[in-house]
């Protein structure tokens, strides 16, 4: 476990997108059979999920979430650093940072780079961004967090498609005493990676006539290779493994009980899942926000586009917060921070 320790550095602001598109779960019986339909939408709890258009990236969900960001706080100027944290880029060559950089008019000075993690990739990110913004010679960072999973899902996969749901995010990450101190444990194992993946299309297996060949698997999923695959069962079992040991390992290390976080915010996996963490937790589920009702599980960004879509006017007490997020690599990670000083947007849609 990597655990590190900030003082005096925190999030300024906040800012989300959403696509316009609504897609409502309750339209899947095409191919999901109305009873278990139900079933599925009551476990998981997801309602309706917002869908990018064809031309739409994750870039431009972040760009739109940058440009409130800075709509509403005066600091564009300040930018000396932006991390894109995705793994849907917009190509596998360049990376789509310094495409960023370009579209929203920064200064060629900054310096920018992409990261390639899943649900714990905001956690991840923002450790990267803090550690950025320690340093004496950057005044901010803008940390941008987007996925569109509906580009890599198969639309006849019936434990990911009702799952998955499209954002980005824009998060400015600066010095500051107003902060405090920040702990971040984070955490890898790639001995279970197969659980979630996309087996063709890389380097490793190239995009061929095979990696497209659609196959129906014991479940009744059908895909191709080049489109995400993820192992429900053992996706709960890691979960269930790491989380509630991970959270309470980080709370004690920041020398707290776990009553006394004003929140705990988790990657919106599925609500069975994460009701289950606060369960074996003994936390209230009062102060679990959740927006994957309306939003779906939006792989890295959820963990923001929750702080936005529910924090902007609601849960006030917010000075003991703690994040995290788990996912494929596998890799997961927790951080704990104060969120009272940080000025949020409200959620735009492009």
């Avoid at 409130?68 to 100027?77: G, H, I, S, T, V």
């Avoid at 190239?206 to 995400?228: A, C, L, T």
């Amino acid at each position: 476990m990597a655990t590190i320790r900030f003082k005096n550095v925190g999030i300024t602001a906040i800012s989300a997108c959403v696509p316009h598109n609504v897609v409502y779960n309750k339209d899947l019986d095409y191919f999901i059979d109305a009873d278990d339909l139900q079933k599925v939408i009551a476990s998981i709890g997801i309602r309706e999920r917002r869908v990018a258009g064809r031309d739409v990236c994750s870039s431009d969900l972040c760009i739109k979430a940058a440009e409130k960001l800075f709509l509403d706080n005066d600091l564009k100027e300040s930018v000396d650093a932006l991390i894109f944290v995705s793994q849907t880029p917009d190509y596998h060559m360049p990376a789509t940072a310094p495409l960023i950089q370009h579209k929203l008019g920064l200064s060629t000075s900054v310096l920018s780079f992409d990261v390639n993690l899943a649900c714990s990739g905001y956690v991840y990110g923002l450790s990267l961004a803090y550690s950025l913004a320690s340093l004496d010679g950057i005044r901010s960072v803008l940390l941008l967090d987007g996925e569109t999973m509906s580009k890599i899902v198969s639309d006849r996969d019936k434990e990911s498609t009702p799952l998955f749901g499209d954002a980005g995010t824009a998060t400015l990450v600066t010095k500051g005493d107003i902060f405090g101190e920040s702990i971040f444990e984070l955490n890898s194992d790639g001995s279970g990676s197969d659980i979630m993946k996309i087996f063709h299309g890389g380097y490793r297996h190239p995009s061929s006539n095979e990696g497209f060949v659609e196959k129906m698997d014991d479940k009744g999923n059908i895909r191709n290779g080049e489109q995400f695959f993820m192992d429900g069962m053992e996706t709960f079992n890691f979960g269930m493994r790491v989380e509630p040991k991970g959270i309470k390992a980080i709370v004690a290390d920041a020398g707290l009980e776990i009553s006394q976080l004003d929140l705990i915010i988790y990657h919106q996996a599925n609500k069975f899942m994460t009701d289950f963490f606060t369960k074996r937790l003994k936390f209230d589920p009062a102060k679990t926000p959740y927006s994957l009702d309306r939003y779906g599980n939006t792989s890295s960004a959820s963990i923001p586009l929750t702080i936005v879509s529910e924090l902007k006017d609601g849960y006030p007490n917010r000075r003991n917060v703690l994040l995290s997020g788990f996912g494929a690599g596998l890799s997961w990670g927790s951080v704990i921070l104060d969120l009272s000083s940080t000025k949020i947007s409200s959620l735009v849609e492009y």
